[in-house]
C-alpha cells in the first residue's frame, strides 16, 4: 500500500538554483495537494488540483510552481529557491466528494542556503 | 474567510489524566472540522471529522470532539492519555471549495 509517495525526503539547495518535488499517488484521487509546515505556523496550503490540467493557488503560492499532467504526479517546482522556502512539504490527496481526508506523503524537508 | 485558533502550542499531561486540546475556528459558512494527529517524522493522519451530522464525533484511539457552534469550537478530548498519545495535533477547517486551513498545532506530552 503506497499511498502518497514523495521523493526526495531531504534536499539541501543554494539560493537561485532550481528543483522539483516529486508527488505520486495510487489511490486514483482527484484532489490532491501541497502545504508547507514551518514551525509555529502548521501547514500552509501553496497549490492544490482537483484533477488533471486543473490547478489553482493556495495561501503561499509565490515562488512555486505547479501541473498535474495525470492523475497520479503533482510535482512541485522551486525555480529560483531562497532561504524563506526552507520548510517541510507535504503532498496530500483526497478521494471523490470532498470529504475533507486528505491523506498525506511522509514529507520533504528542504534547506535553501 | 476561514480560520482556525488553536490555544496552546504545548500541552503537558500525566498519563492516564484527561486530554483537552482546544481549536476555535471561524467561517462565514456551515464548516467542515477536522483533527489531524502527526507523529514525529510523518505525515498527517486524519483522527476526526465533523460534517453537519453529529456534533459529537468520535475518532481513532479513543478521541473524540464536540462541535458547538455557539462558541466556534471543536476542542478533542480524551478521557485517559497514553504514552503513545504524544505526537502533534492539527484542527483544520473547511467548507467545500477544497481550500482546508490548519491551526498552527499543538504538541501533546504526556508525563508517565
Known amino acids: 500500500n503506497a499511498g502518497v509517495t514523495q521523493t526526495p525526503k531531504f534536499q539541501v539547495l543554494k539560493t537561485g538554483q532550481s528543483m522539483t518535488l516529486q508527488c505520486a499517488q495510487d489511490?486514483?484521487?482527484?484532489?490532491m495537494s501541497w502545504y508547507r509546515q514551518d514551525p509555529g505556523m502548521g501547514l500552509r496550503l501553496i497549490h492544490y488540483?482537483?484533477?488533471?490540467?486543473?490547478?489553482d493557488q493556495g495561501e503561499v503560492p509565490n515562488g512555486y510552481n505547479v501541473s498535474r499532467s495525470t492523475t497520479e504526479d503533482f510535482p512541485l517546482r522551486l525555480l529560483s529557491a531562497a532561504p524563506s522556502q526552507t520548510s517541510v512539504y507535504f503532498c496530500?490527496?483526497?478521494?471523490?466528494?470532498?470529504?475533507?481526508?486528505?491523506?498525506f506523503g511522509e514529507g520533504s524537508r528542504l534547506t535553501v542556503l | 474567510a476561514q480560520s482556525v485558533t488553536q490555544l496552546g502550542s504545548h500541552v503537558s499531561v500525566s498519563e492516564g489524566a484527561l486530554v483537552l486540546l482546544r481549536c476555535n475556528y471561524s467561517s462565514s459558512v456551515p464548516p467542515y472540522l477536522f483533527w489531524y494527529v502527526q507523529y514525529p517524522n510523518q505525515g498527517l493522519q486524519l483522527l476526526l471529522k465533523?460534517?453537519?451530522?453529529?456534533?459529537l464525533v468520535k475518532g481513532i484511539n479513543g478521541f473524540e470532539a464536540e462541535f458547538k457552534k455557539s462558541e466556534t469550537s471543536f476542542h478533542l478530548t480524551k478521557p485517559s492519555a497514553h504514552m503513545s498519545d504524544a505526537a502533534e495535533y492539527f484542527c483544520a477547517v473547511g467548507s467545500g471549495t477544497y481550500k482546508y486551513i490548519f491551526g498552527t498545532g499543538t504538541r501533546l506530552k504526556v508525563l508517565a
Open positions: 465533523y460534517t453537519s451530522a453529529a456534533t
Open positions: 489511490m486514483n484521487h482527484e484532489y
Open positions: 488540483s482537483v484533477g488533471a490540467g486543473i490547478t
Open positions: 496530500a490527496s483526497m478521494g471523490q466528494g470532498n470529504t475533507g481526508e486528505l491523506f
